[in-house]
Every structure is written in C-alpha cells, then in structure tokens.
C-alpha cells in the first residue's frame, strides 16, 4: 500500500469515475485496497486471481487489456499488472477496469480512440467463479434489456436454474454474492432457488 497506493490513487484520478482500480495481495488472495469502486467488491474480498506464473504476458508482467461482464450488463475493458519482489515472486495485483459503456454508447466517434480488447486469460481467473456469476447475469441483463432490478420473478427464477447448473451453488459464499448481484435478499435467493430445485 505505502509504495502502490499513491499509483492506484493517481491512476483512479485520471480514469475516474469510469475505471475502478482494484490492487490486490496474491500472497493472502485478497483485496487490499479499491478505488472508484463499480463492481461492487470490498476490501477483504477473496481475489481468486489463479496461477499467476502461468498467464501469458503481453510485456512484463502486464496482462491484457481482456474483456469482463458486470452484472448489470456493462462490459468492462481490464488490464492486471503483477508486481514481483526480489525473489521474483509475486507481492501484488494491479488491476485497472475501465467502464466501456460511454465508449459503446458513443462507439462511431470513439472508435478510432477505444482500447483493443483481447480475450480474457483464463489461467488468471481460472477459480474466479465470482466471474462466472457476473457473467452469466450480465449476459442474462444484456438479452432481456432491462437492469435487474426489473427482472420477473419467472427471470430470476431461470436464471438461478442456469447458475444452478453450473454448479455455482456449490461454492461457499455463492449466495450472498447472487443477492448482492441481483439486489436482492439471501432468503430470496434461498427460496427461489428452492422452488428450482423442486421443478
């Protein structure tokens, strides 16, 4: 934080408010700090960033710009940055995701000024299933064109038998994370998901 705090600050300054600056502790797993938060994550949130050792870089250790899904449908523009200490082992995540929304919206003047974006890595995110939820929400959100606020009880109710399906229900915390997604109560969660199952 002393040395990669005032970088992710400045970083946030120049991007904000569209880019959220996550910089995370890959030794804990956990997120240390964020700036201009817009995916709804904390500090102290598990980061599930995966085998770093593995992620082909682009330059030295820089990944991306790859692309992620909001919940809510917006699609994120990201590029991770893994700093190493003497020994060569990773001691922090910097991640910068940039909300592309204004760019989608404004796509034909912006075109020429928008950032490439490349496929994900998968290795980094390999046991993000927090990312699958996003996802398949996003996807969902983005299909019905309306937020999720305005989603049927017969939309939460497939979507949760989707989530449901890839086995999403089966990791620890998967709950609480759906509800925070949907904006919802756990105990919705729990009885919607109930009636899924006895369908």
């Given at each position: 934080?002393?040395?990669?705090?005032?970088?992710?600050e400045?970083?946030?300054?120049?991007?904000?408010?569209?880019?959220?600056?996550?910089?995370?502790?890959?030794?804990?797993d956990?997120?240390?700090?964020?700036w201009?938060?817009?995916?709804?994550?904390?500090?102290?949130?598990?980061?599930?960033?995966?085998?770093?050792d593995?992620?082909?870089?682009?330059?030295?250790?820089?990944?991306?710009?790859?692309?992620?899904?909001l919940?809510?449908?917006?699609?994120?523009?990201?590029?991770?940055?893994?700093?190493?200490?003497?020994?060569?082992?990773?001691?922090?995540v910097l991640?910068?995701?940039?909300d592309r929304?204004?760019?989608?919206?404004?796509?034909?003047?912006?075109a020429a000024?928008?950032?490439p974006?490349?496929?994900?890595?998968?290795?980094?995110?390999?046991?993000?299933?927090?990312?699958?939820?996003?996802?398949?929400?996003?996807?969902?959100?983005?299909?019905?064109?309306?937020?999720?606020?305005?989603?049927?009880?017969?939309?939460r109710?497939?979507?949760?038998?989707?989530?449901?399906?890839?086995?999403?229900?089966?990791?620890?915390?998967a709950?609480?994370?759906?509800?925070?997604?949907?904006?919802?109560?756990?105990?919705?969660?729990?009885?919607?998901?109930a009636?899924?199952?006895?369908?």
């Amino acid at each position: 934080m002393r040395l990669l705090g005032p970088v992710c600050e400045a970083v946030a300054r120049l991007l904000g408010p569209h880019a959220e600056v996550v910089l995370h502790d890959p030794q804990r797993d956990a997120i240390l700090a964020l700036w201009n938060p817009i995916s709804r994550r904390r500090p102290g949130d598990p980061s599930l960033l995966g085998e770093l050792d593995r992620v082909e870089e682009v330059a030295p250790g820089v990944y991306g710009p790859y692309e992620k899904l909001l919940p809510d449908g917006r699609r994120l523009a990201c590029v991770s940055a893994v700093v190493r200490d003497e020994d060569g082992k990773p001691s922090a995540v910097l991640c910068v995701n940039l909300d592309r929304t204004p760019l989608d919206q404004a796509a034909q003047v912006l075109a020429a000024f928008a950032a490439p974006v490349t496929p994900q890595p998968q290795v980094l995110f390999e046991r993000d299933w927090t990312e699958r939820i996003n996802q398949v929400i996003g996807a969902f959100v983005r299909e019905r064109q309306r937020p999720v606020e305005q989603l049927t009880r017969a939309d939460r109710l497939t979507l949760l038998a989707e989530l449901d399906r890839l086995g999403v229900f089966s990791q620890r915390r998967a709950v609480p994370l759906v509800a925070r997604a949907l904006r919802v109560s756990r105990s919705t969660v729990y009885a919607l998901l109930a009636e899924v199952r006895r369908r």
